[in-house]
């Protein structure tokens, strides 16, 4: 079964949806804003790793050397990285936390870092 992601065209918010049968014509409901003016966007492909690998990847000093714990930014971040890592949904009151977060970082021309 495919998991489509689209992007809300009112706020931003990128949404997944199970598709259980692809015959049916489904319109896409922001899951944010509730607005149905979404586009679907490419996304990425999902490995399942085990236990073991996800481990030895929160393992590896390199990955996590740029956090401040006294920075709510920076903390909010790395909750999101670790839930991914994971295989855990941090819910949207950290995605938005991070979002904000970026905006503000971008707003104020600090320089981004890459998303692994």
Same mark, same amino acid.
């Given at each position: 079964?495919?998991?489509? @992601?689209? !992007?809300? #065209?009112?706020?931003?918010?990128? &949404?997944?949806?199970?598709? +259980? ?30 236990? @073991?690998? !996800?481990? #030895?990847?929160?393992?590896?000093? &390199?990955?996590?050397?740029? +956090? ?14 670790m839930g991914k890592e994971m295989g855990e949904d941090m819910g949207e009151d950290v995605d938005q936390m991070v979002?904000e977060a970026m905006e503000e970082e971008r707003a104020s021309g600090s320089p981004e870092e890459t998303e692994d």
């Open positions: 079964m495919p998991i489509y @992601e689209y !992007r809300c #065209e009112e706020c931003g918010k990128i &949404s997944e949806f199970l598709v +259980i049968r692809t015959d049916e014509a489904s319109i896409p409901q922001c899951k944010r804003c509730k607005s149905k003016k979404m586009s679907r966007v490419l996304s990425r492909v999902r490995v399942i790793r085990s236990e @073991e690998s !996800r481990m #030895e990847s929160l393992a590896d000093p &390199s990955r996590w050397g740029g +956090i401040d714990e006294k920075d709510p930014k920076s903390m909010a971040k790395w909750m999101k990285k979002d």
